[in-house]
């Protein structure tokens, strides 16, 4: 039995994780410790500040392969620092893409989580068709409920029915195309390698074929889930506003609002108002999208996770003074 158990697994298609990062230490440690935990073969992790010191705690390890930013590595590919992040981001997700013959990439930002329920990542690939090269894996968003640490709360995409009896008043803040959702509905998506002609982008590769003829599109009834933590830590919320403003990251009407916070007298209490509107959930509310079947409750435990493989916590980090 041990004998057919290693080769089945040996027979499992090889994944990677490609990214592009400049976040807290704590936000990479946790992103890297939940894919090792899901068997990813590879982290391949660019790190936007080729300073960053995440790049000494993590380039020991055999399944991470970090990768500076440096001025070098954008004129390699054309580039300068100076480049719109989204540019630097595609450009550089599409050349990580490039350095593999074969195996999958998944191409995620540091605060998306893919899960797969009662199964992994790996089983899912192997029964991908052998003529389709993406795997679309939808969203489900973090909410936060008051005094609840565990277990974790996701919205799935609704639709505007659903969207309204769930958040009454404040239905405006989620749409009309995000699908009751602040960040992306789309989800994003695991890439075959080795193939000629494709670009990477955020949600999925550029050069597919029309129709979907290329993509296999999991949905929440496969039991896949892209777990995207936007909203997840307020101070890191806060600190991408402006990014997220000015690249599209959030609908016109939520961006006027957020424009409006930062302009008011108390710009914080605003902010933190319309944050809590918008990721965070009553009892009652989280009851409405039960009802409705757009809730999903995960038991995950990251730092369990963070203390398997970096033997660290995120009290620990807290107590050592990291950058957090």
């Known amino acids: 039995m041990g004998k057919t158990r290693e080769l089945a697994e040996s027979m499992m298609p090889v994944w990677r994780v490609g990214a592009i990062m400049n976040e807290p230490l704590a936000e990479v440690l946790k992103f890297c410790a939940w894919y090792l935990a899901q068997g990813a073969d590879e982290l391949v ?32 590919l ?105 960040g992306h509905s789309h989800g994003k998506s695991l890439v075959r390698c080795g193939i000629n002609g494709l670009t990477l982008r955020q949600h999925w590769p550029r050069g597919l074929r029309p129709g979907g003829a290329d993509e296999v599109v999991l949905k929440p009834e496969h039991d896949a889930y892209l777990l995207h933590m936007i909203g997840a830590d307020y101070d890191v919320w806060r600190q991408k506003l402006d990014w997220r403003s000015g ?44 009802a409705h079947g757009v809730l999903l409750t995960l038991n995950m435990n990251i730092d369990a996770a963070m203390q398997q493989h970096f033997g660290v916590s995120l009290a620990d980090l807290g107590a050592l003074g990291a950058k957090l």
């Open 247 to 290: 690249s599209r990251g959030f609908t016109d009407g939520l961006t006027e609002r957020v424009a409006s916070a930062l302009a008011c007298s108390a710009p914080d209490e605003a902010l933190r108002d319309l944050h809590s509107r918008i990721h965070c959930s009553t009892s009652d509310r989280l009851k409405r999208m039960e």
């Open 45 to 76: 992790i660019c790190f936007d500040d080729p300073q960053d010191p995440a790049l000494e705690v993590l380039s020991p390890h055999p399944r991470i392969r970090c990768i500076p930013c440096t001025p070098a590595f954008w004129a390699q």
């Open 78 to 182: 054309g580039l300068s620092p100076s480049e719109t992040f989204v540019t630097r981001q595609n450009a550089a997700l599409t050349w990580v893409y490039r350095q593999y013959a074969d195996g999958w990439l998944l191409n995620v930002d540091a605060d998306e989580f893919l899960f797969v329920d009662g199964g992994s990542v790996a089983s899912v690939l192997a029964a991908v068709p052998a003529g389709k090269i993406s795997v679309r894996v939808r969203t489900a968003e973090r909410v936060l409920v008051e005094g609840e640490d565990a277990p974790l709360h996701f919205r799935l995409p609704m639709g505007r029915a659903v969207r309204r009896a769930v958040y009454g008043e404040d239905a405006p803040l989620f749409g009309p195309r995000r699908e009751g959702l602040v």
